[in-house]
Nanobody, 118 residues
Framework: QVQLVESGGGLVQAGGSLRLSCAASGMIFDLLTMGWYRQAPGKQRDLVATMTSSFRTNYADSVKGRFTISRDNAKNTVYLQMNSLKPEDTAVYYC????????????WGQGTQVTVSS
């Protein structure tokens, strides 16, 4: 019923670009803070970027100036534009939805693989 479906991952060379998409269903999209997180093999899952329901953003220092999060409420979709990709960006990227009323109410997508070659 509640679903987050990511797409757009793939294999790119260092310096290249990708755009990830996450389509939400079964939720009131306007009442969600949306975010992207990533997890490399053997590592913990870390925040990449978030955007609130009022379009305020937060970015990890490692991606500032390179990645841009955006959302289209009419399409119930959040995007992550990734430019100037580095090998250390290689990870599984996960879409996250959080209720604006409670940080304890969270939903996750299945993840999409991003691999950046040197």
């Amino acid at each position: 019923q509640v679903q987050l479906v990511e797409s757009g991952g793939g294999l790119v060379q260092a310096g290249g670009s990708l755009r990830l998409s996450c389509a939400a269903s079964g939720m009131i999209f306007d009442l969600l803070t949306m975010g992207w997180y990533r997890q490399a093999p053997g590592k913990q899952r870390d925040l990449v970027a978030t955007m609130t329901s009022s379009f305020r953003t937060n970015y990890a220092d490692s991606v500032k100036g390179r990645f841009t999060i955006s959302r289209d409420n009419a399409k119930n979709t959040v995007y992550l534009q990734m430019n100037s990709l580095k090998p250390e960006d290689t990870a599984v990227y996960y879409c996250n939805a959080r209720s604006i009323y409670s940080a304890n109410i969270n939903y996750w997508g299945q993840g999409t693989q991003v691999t950046v070659s040197s």
